[in-house]
């Protein structure tokens, strides 16, 4: 029998949420993570399976988009606050494509395999899967990136918008139990044109390790500018730095007749996987139309755009 549409009143909507959150939780993890105020309810289904595979009819139609509201990460002033007790809907956006392919992009709930708690994403629904995004750096919400190690770690910004997600939650997303995740830098100038880099594998090590950077096989039309020109500028292996934590390897980096020491804080005014210190930057300062050409603080990708400030940026994670 075909599952017929479902329209919720304003009198269920809340009552329609909390089944589908606990159904969530069960098809995802099963009887390891069910919250107790769910157990009675699963119970019921599972004896009248009609009803159960019609509420999973009704809480594929019914959240697609379970989080409209922008949410915001870290110090800047939140839209909305988030419970870490949400229901995730997948270990990442990759996991709630393959569930349900017809998911349409927006913010989710996840919970990586390892994670403690949940996070808030935004996940780009295409035909090629689920991807994750961890940065996006287009001169929209005004957002500076040029920010403190502290703030790295928990992620800025406005998910719906300009963010970065945060070190430790990218460092959980890449390092989750047998799902190798893959990167996808997605780029575009001020003339309109868009070109992206892929990495077939991409993770960071723990703060201990400071975030240190591993990627694998280069693709895409942007070229390789992780990887650079030389050796002091390939980035691959890089630890993470800011303005108030430099693990970068300029003990007197030179441009011109100007020596420095900090990558992030002296030159590019932006925390980055910097070596010495490289030619890919997208946490740069963003610079408008007319204005973008010549920065050493910019969207950097010099490989595609040598003295150019991109008008944006884009980091995603897709999981295998």
């Known amino acids: 029998m075909a599952l ?7 009198e269920n909507y809340r009552s329609v949420l909390i089944t589908c959150a606990c159904l969530t939780t069960w098809t995802v993890f099963r009887c390891s993570a069910i919250l107790p105020t ?22 594929s139609q019914y959240t697609q988009n379970p989080t409209p509201n922008p949410i915001s990460l870290g110090s800047t002033q939140a839209t909305d606050k988030v419970e870490e007790t949400q229901t995730p809907f997948g270990y990442d956006c990759s996991n709630i494509w393959i569930r349900n392919p017809k998911s349409t992009t927006g913010i989710y709930t996840i919970k990586p395999t390892g994670a403690n708690s949940t996070i808030q994403v935004f996940c780009e629904m295409n035909d090629d899967g689920g991807w994750t995004l961890i940065q996006k750096h287009d001169g929209q919400d005004n957002l500076p990136f040029d920010r403190s190690w502290y703030d790295y770690k928990q992620g800025f ?30 780029l575009g100038d001020f003339a309109g044109s868009e070109a992206f880099a892929g990495y077939s594998t991409f993770n960071i090590d723990p703060e201990s390790k400071f975030y240190k950077l591993s990627l694998g096989n280069y ?8 990887r650079g020109q030389c050796s002091a500028t390939n980035q691959d292996g890089s630890l993470f730095s800011t303005k108030d934590k430099d693990n970068d390897n300029c003990d007197a980096c030179r441009v011109g007749d100007m020596a420095f020491r900090s990558c992030s804080n002296d030159q590019f005014k932006s925390g980055w996987w910097f070596n010495s210190c490289g030619i890919a930057d997208l946490n740069g300062q963003w610079r408008t139309n007319g204005e973008h050409i010549g920065w050493a603080s910019a969207v950097s990708w010099k490989t595609w755009r040598t003295l150019e400030s991109l008008k944006f940026s884009k980091m995603s994670v897709r999981h295998n």
């Open 157 to 186: 910004g406005n998910i719906s918008g300009e963010h970065w997600l945060g070190l430790d939650n990218i460092y959980l997303l890449t390092n989750q139990e047998k799902r190798i995740s893959e990167l996808r830098v997605s």
């Open 38 to 59: 769910c157990v009675e309810l699963i119970r019921q289904l599972l004896h009248t399976p009609h009803s159960m595979k019609y509420m999973l009819g009704v809480c």
């Open 219 to 226: 693709s895409g039309n942007a070229g390789d500018a992780f």
């Open 4 to 10: 017929r549409s479902y329209s919720p009143s304003v």
